[in-house]
C-alpha cells in the first residue's frame, strides 16, 4: 500500500507548478460531495466560530476551505520529490522576516508555531533551510508509512522528533541549546491533557506543551504561516504572538496561544484547515459540538 501512495505521489509530482491550485479550484464540488462528514465539520465549525457572518458568504468560505484542503493533498508530490531548490523558487518572500533576525540574535531557543494553515507542508520544508531547526511530529501507527514520510521530510536537512517522552526531552535539550523548532499549536491532545481555553469563543480542549516549554527552556516564540498563492506559488508570514503567551498562568497562556492562531487565521480565513474536529472533546456537560460522535 505504501509503494502505490509513493507512485501516485509521485505522478503528481510531475504536474507543473500551478496545477494543484488550478485542479483543486476545478475539483471542489465533487470533493465537497464525496465528503460529508469534513464537509459538516467545515460548515459546523464556521458556523460557531463566526457567527454574524452571513448565510452566503460562510458558503462561499466553506467552498474555499474545501478547494485548499483539496490542493494541499495535489501539493503532495510537489513537497515529496521536487528538489529543495525548485521548491524554495516558489517562495516569493516572507512577512516580518526582521522578526526571525532579531530572535536569532537574543541567542535563546525559538519556537516557531505553525497551526494548519495554507502549506503547512511546504512551509516545514521552508524552515528546514533555518540553521539547527527540529520540528516534533506525531508519529503514525503505521511505522512504514512513519519511515516514507521522514525520507521526504528530512531533504531540507532539519532534524525531526517525535512527540514521544523520549523526542520531548530532546526537544528541551535543542532548545536550551539555542536553537529553533517547529511544532504544530492546534491538535486536539489526548484524552486527559490539556485544557478547554476559548478559541473563537468555543470552549477547545488545547494541549499545554507550549508554556511547558517555555517555562523550561525560556525560549521565545514566532508564529509562522505560509499562504498559498494562485500560480502555484507561496508567502511565508511571521506573525507576534500575544504578549500573554509568557504568562505564568497556564489558561492566560493558552489563551494567548489560541489568540495568536486566529491572527493566523486572519490572514486568510478560507486555508485554515476547519475540515478538522477541533472541537470533538467539550467539557463534561456540554452538548457535543458537532452532529455526530
Given amino acids: 500500500m505504501i509503494h502505490l501512495v509513493k507512485f501516485f505521489l ?3 509530482h510531475l504536474l507543473p ?13 465533487l470533493w465537497m460531495r464525496l465528503s460529508p462528514v469534513k464537509r459538516h465539520t467545515t460548515e459546523r465549525n464556521l ?8 448565510a452566503a458568504e460562510r458558503e462561499r468560505l466553506v467552498r474555499a476551505s474545501f478547494q485548499h484542503y483539496l490542493c494541499s493533498i495535489l501539493e503532495t508530490g510537489h513537497n515529496w520529490y521536487w528538489s529543495w531548490e525548485k521548491m524554495d523558487s516558489h517562495c516569493v518572500g516572507i512577512v516580518n522576516e526582521a522578526l ?12 516557531a508555531l505553525a497551526p494548519h494553515f495554507g502549506a503547512w507542508e511546504f512551509l516545514g520544508m521552508y524552515l528546514q533551510d533555518l540553521e539547527n531547526i527540529a520540528i516534533l511530529y506525531k508519529p503514525p501507527s503505521n511505522p512504514k508509512l512513519e519511515k ?11 532534524k525531526f522528533i517525535p512527540a514521544t517522552a523520549a523526542g520531548l526531552w530532546q526537544l528541551y535539550q535543542h532548545l536550551r541549546s539555542g536553537y529553533m523548532a517547529g511544532i504544530l499549536p492546534d491538535q486536539q491532545p489526548p484524552g486527559g491533557k490539556g485544557r478547554f481555553v476559548p478559541f473563537f469563543n468555543n470552549p477547545a480542549l488545547t494541549s499545554d506543551l507550549l508554556p511547558r516549554l517555555i517555562k523550561k527552556t525560556d525560549c521565545l516564540v514566532l508564529a509562522t ?16 504572538v500575544d504578549p500573554e503567551i509568557y504568562s505564568d498562568d497556564l489558561d492566560a497562556a493558552l489563551f494567548a496561544m489560541n489568540r495568536t492562531i486566529e491572527r493566523c487565521i486572519e490572514v486568510d480565513p478560507a486555508q485554515y484547515l476547519w475540515s ?3 472541537f470533538k472533546a467539550q467539557p463534561e456537560g456540554v452538548e457535543p459540538f458537532y452532529d455526530f460522535r
Fill in 10 to 12: 509521485w505522478l503528481l
Fill in 276 to 278: 478538522y474536529r477541533r
Fill in 225 to 240: 504561516i505560509c499562504e498559498r498563492l494562485e500560480g502555484g506559488n507561496y508567502r511565508v508570514h511571521v506573525i507576534p
Fill in 100 to 111: 526571525f533576525r532579531e530572535a536569532q540574535a537574543s541567542g535563546k531557543g525559538i519556537i
Fill in 148 to 158: 516514507a514520510l521522514l525520507e521526504r521530510r528530512r531533504r531540507g536537512g532539519g
Fill in 47 to 54: 458556523e460557531r466560530c463566526y457567527p454574524d457572518m452571513g
Fill in 17 to 29: 507548478a500551478g496545477a494543484p491550485y488550478w485542479l483543486s479550484k476545478m475539483g471542489t464540488g
